[in-house]
């Protein structure tokens, strides 16, 4: 699969999805006017990707900010890219956040909580 590489504006994250290397990120800030819009050719790439998955999995996301409506398309990826698990992969979430960044760190607590999944906060 190729790459798939999105540049960021000022409502939309930078998006790169590597699926030979099973790397995908997401950085900045995310609300769009129609996050469905934004986020379905992405969805649909990973839904591809989970078919046949690399050894290892990492998800990585950057938040500067992100609005509910992305939360929950945050949630259908995760879901999405966890299904590796069941096909023997490994499957793991970097959450990169600055250190005095308070309400990121704490949306990574709780993400880290409710998941099943190997999940790292990283301060950057």
């Known amino acids: 699969m190729e790459a798939l590489l999105i540049l960021a504006t000022n ?3 930078s998006v790169s999805l ?3 290397e099973g790397t995908f990120s997401f950085t900045g800030k995310s609300y769009p006017e129609n996050v469905n819009d ?4 992405i969805l649909n790439y990973l839904h591809n990707y989970v078919q ?3 050894e290892n999995t990492i998800l990585e996301f950057t938040w500067s900010y992100y609005n509910t409506a992305t939360s929950k398309i945050m949630v259908k990826i ?3 890219l966890k299904t590796v698990i069941n ?3 490994a499957f793991e979430i970097k959450w ?4 005095n960044d308070d309400l990121m ?9 409710i998941l099943d999944v190997n999940f790292s906060i990283i301060h950057i």
Do not use: R, S
Request: charged share 45%.
């Open 11 to 13: 409502e939309t994250p």
């Open 18 to 20: 590597k699926a030979t």
């Open 38 to 41: 934004f986020y379905d050719n």
């Open 52 to 54: 046949n998955p690399v």
């Open 78 to 80: 995760i879901k999405e």
């Open 87 to 89: 096909k023997g992969k």
């Open 96 to 99: 990169n956040c600055k250190p």
């Open 105 to 113: 760190i704490e949306k990574g607590e709780e993400l880290k909580e």
